[in-house]
Structures are given as structure tokens and as C-alpha cells.
């Protein structure tokens, strides 16, 4: 139980466009979602909280209108990426949290975003 | 403020040996503590939490951590090192079960000698 997925697990595109990031909770609820950005031999860097219906909590420093965050169901969060340069290729994790995990959260496989 | 400080950012053990990965944390409020670890390429992967009650929690893959709280620490341990746990390991607090945001520590690399 607990599967956390992710699509696309790695993704190209060139500067200036944008691109979607799904996460998706399989086998429960996800009440809460987190995005993550690690970059090489380093630890995760939160960069927003979604709750389902809500609008997404974007930490400091984090520019909320490049990276668009949705949560439109319980089961579906997206992470778009506007306008990207090559400063934003990185490594993009989701997580999921809910009452059927007893709210510890459940990491995604990632996406690894290379901007040329 | 909560705050994870892992010592040592490389750990290296022979086949067999004890793992000892340490961890402290930093938390105003009763912690909630987590130990992920994390393949090359790959996302995160719960090993073991503790959120109340005993001490000493068991995961999986043989691993095990002690909260101690009087040392603000939860060490993470494993008898036995194997060559598959070469990985990287990343301690984390919360406030709360993990549906409020996780801090990380800046993870160890464990490797593995045959």
C-alpha cells in the first residue's frame, strides 16, 4: 500500500516552455501533497504544500508563479514548470500524505527535468 | 524552528559489519521522526517512523532506530550491512505525522565493501 507515482519520470524540453509534472496517490487519499527539488548529492528542498481544493502554500524564495501547483482531486496533484531556462533543470519529487497513511508521507519516483 | 543534523555525509562499512548512521534533531514541540533512504534515480523510501510511544522502532530491511530524547537523537542501526544497502540515507522531523512539512537532513551516503 501507499504507492506514490509519477509521470513523466524524466522529461527534455527547451527553454521557454513549459512543462506538466503529474503525482498521483494509487491506493489511498491524499489529502496533502508536497513537491520537492533535489539537486545533485543534496538533500530535498520543499518548495510547496497542496491541500485538495486549496491553493498551494509555496515556501520562501520559491516563485509560485513559475511553478504552478494544483491538487483538483484526492488522488492528483500537478506541478507545472513556466517558461523554463536551464537554471531549472533539476530532480522534482512529490509526496502524498493522507488518513490512510496515517499521514506519514509516501514519496514518488521523481522527475528528472533537463532544460537545453 | 525544527532542524535534522546528520553527522557524517559519507559512511563506508565492510559487508557484514554494523551500520551506525546518526542523526540529531532540533524541535520546540514533541517530534515525529523519520528515516528515508533513497536509490540512485529513484524517489524516497519510508524505512521507519516513530511518532509516540516505544523507543525503539523496528523497520524494514533490518533496520531499527532509537528516539533518544534526552540525547536528541534517533541513530538509525542494522546488525549486519549488506551490499544492497548502499544507498543514501536521509533523516527527517515534523510537528506532526508527516502531513505538515518534513525537514531533512542533508542525508548520508552509506557504502558498502565486499
Given at each position: 500500500?501507499?504507492v506514490?507515482?509519477?509521470?513523466?519520470?524524466?522529461?527534455?524540453c527547451?527553454?521557454?516552455?513549459?512543462v506538466?509534472i503529474?503525482c498521483?496517490?494509487?491506493?489511498?487519499?491524499?489529502?496533502?501533497?508536497?513537491?520537492?527539488?533535489?539537486?545533485?548529492?543534496?538533500?530535498?528542498?520543499?518548495?510547496?504544500?497542496?491541500?485538495?481544493g486549496?491553493?498551494?502554500?509555496y515556501e520562501?524564495g520559491?516563485?509560485?508563479?513559475k511553478?504552478?501547483?494544483?491538487?483538483?482531486?484526492?488522488t492528483?496533484?500537478?506541478?507545472t514548470?513556466?517558461?523554463?531556462?536551464?537554471?531549472?533543470?533539476?530532480?522534482?519529487?512529490?509526496?502524498a500524505?493522507g488518513?490512510?497513511?496515517?499521514?506519514?508521507?509516501?514519496?514518488g519516483p521523481?522527475?528528472?527535468?533537463?532544460v537545453? | 524552528?525544527?532542524?535534522?543534523?546528520?553527522?557524517?555525509?559519507?559512511?563506508?562499512?565492510?559487508?557484514?559489519?554494523l551500520?551506525?548512521?546518526?542523526?540529531?534533531?532540533?524541535s520546540?514541540?514533541?517530534?515525529?521522526l523519520?528515516?528515508?533512504v533513497?536509490?540512485?534515480?529513484?524517489?524516497l523510501?519510508?524505512?521507519?517512523?516513530?511518532?509516540?510511544?516505544?523507543?525503539?522502532v523496528k523497520?524494514?530491511?533490518?533496520?531499527e532506530a532509537?528516539?533518544?530524547?534526552?540525547?536528541?537523537s534517533?541513530?538509525?542501526?542494522?546488525?549486519s550491512a549488506?551490499?544492497?544497502?548502499a544507498?543514501?540515507?536521509?533523516?527527517?522531523?515534523?510537528?506532526?505525522?508527516?502531513?505538515?512539512?518534513?525537514?531533512?537532513?542533508?542525508?548520508?551516503?552509506l557504502?558498502v565493501?565486499p
Amino acid at each position: 500500500g501507499a504507492v506514490v507515482s509519477q509521470h513523466p519520470s524524466w522529461v527534455i524540453c527547451k527553454s521557454g516552455t513549459s512543462v506538466k509534472i503529474e503525482c498521483r496517490s494509487l491506493d489511498f487519499q491524499a489529502t496533502t501533497m508536497f513537491w520537492y527539488r533535489q539537486f545533485p548529492k543534496q538533500s530535498l528542498m520543499l518548495m510547496a504544500t497542496s491541500n485538495e481544493g486549496s491553493k498551494a502554500t509555496y515556501e520562501q524564495g520559491v516563485e509560485k508563479d513559475k511553478f504552478l501547483i494544483n491538487h483538483a482531486s484526492l488522488t492528483l496533484s500537478t506541478l507545472t514548470v513556466t517558461s523554463a531556462h536551464p537554471e531549472d533543470s533539476s530532480f522534482y519529487i512529490c509526496s502524498a500524505a493522507g488518513q490512510g497513511t496515517m499521514y506519514t508521507q509516501y514519496f514518488g519516483p521523481g522527475t528528472r527535468l533537463t532544460v537545453l | 524552528a525544527q532542524s535534522v543534523t546528520q553527522l557524517g555525509s559519507h559512511v563506508s562499512v565492510s559487508e557484514g559489519a554494523l551500520v551506525l548512521l546518526r542523526c540529531n534533531y532540533s524541535s520546540s514541540v514533541p517530534p515525529y521522526l523519520f528515516w528515508y533512504v533513497q536509490y540512485p534515480n529513484q524517489g524516497l523510501q519510508l524505512l521507519l517512523k516513530y511518532t509516540t510511544g516505544a523507543t525503539l522502532v523496528k523497520g524494514i530491511n533490518g533496520f531499527e532506530a532509537e528516539f533518544k530524547k534526552s540525547e536528541t537523537s534517533f541513530h538509525l542501526t542494522k546488525p549486519s550491512a549488506h551490499m544492497s544497502d548502499a544507498a543514501e540515507y536521509f533523516c527527517a522531523v515534523s510537528s506532526q505525522g508527516g502531513s505538515e512539512k518534513l525537514v531533512f537532513g542533508k542525508g548520508t551516503k552509506l557504502t558498502v565493501n565486499p
